[in-house]
């Protein structure tokens, strides 16, 4: 069974650092894409960064240059590091995998496999 935790989420001012982590269970992550969503009520989730088997990262333009993420493949897990947060950046952040393809995607079709999510909350 798979199953994907997150951590990390917290209440920080703007300007300030979080780092989320999604722990992944029965799945590897070895040569396989992940990704970090996002979603604030009312709204669709909304993509934020994938990262393909080869490790290689694509970023939303709205956080490109703030957020860095990447994985342990040895320990299954992905990070997403995000500096720089601003008010808008607060959200429920979510982890997605899919353990078939090793291609980066935006879409959320794509992945198989979902965390519960973590909340980040940034204050003016």
């Known amino acids: 069974q798979v199953q994907l935790v997150e951590s990390g989420g917290d209440s920080v001012q703007a300007g300030?650092?979080?780092?989320?982590?999604c722990a992944a269970s029965g799945y590897t992550f070895s040569g396989t894409s992940q990704a970090w969503f996002r979603q604030t009520p009312g709204k669709e989730r909304e993509w934020v960064?994938?990262?393909?088997?080869?490790s290689?990262?694509?970023?939303?333009?709205?956080?490109?240059g703030r957020f860095a993420i990447s994985k342990h493949n040895a320990?299954?897990?992905?990070?997403?590091?995000?500096?720089?947060?601003?008010?808008?950046?607060?959200?429920m952040y979510y982890c997605?995998?899919?353990?078939?393809?090793?291609?980066?995607?935006?879409?959320?079709?794509?992945?198989n496999y979902w965390g519960q999510g973590?909340?980040?909350t940034v204050s003016s």
Not at 49 to 54: D, E, S, V
């Open 75 to 91: 320990d299954n897990t992905l990070y997403l590091q995000m500096n720089n947060l601003k008010p808008e950046d607060a959200a």
């Open 16 to 21: 300030g650092s979080l780092r989320l982590s």
């Open 56 to 64: 290689t990262a694509g970023y939303a333009d709205s956080v490109k």
């Open 118 to 120: 973590t909340q980040v």
């Open 49 to 54: 960064a994938c990262i393909n088997g080869a």
């Open 96 to 111: 997605a995998g899919n353990p078939y393809a090793a291609t980066c995607s935006k879409f959320e079709s794509v992945y």
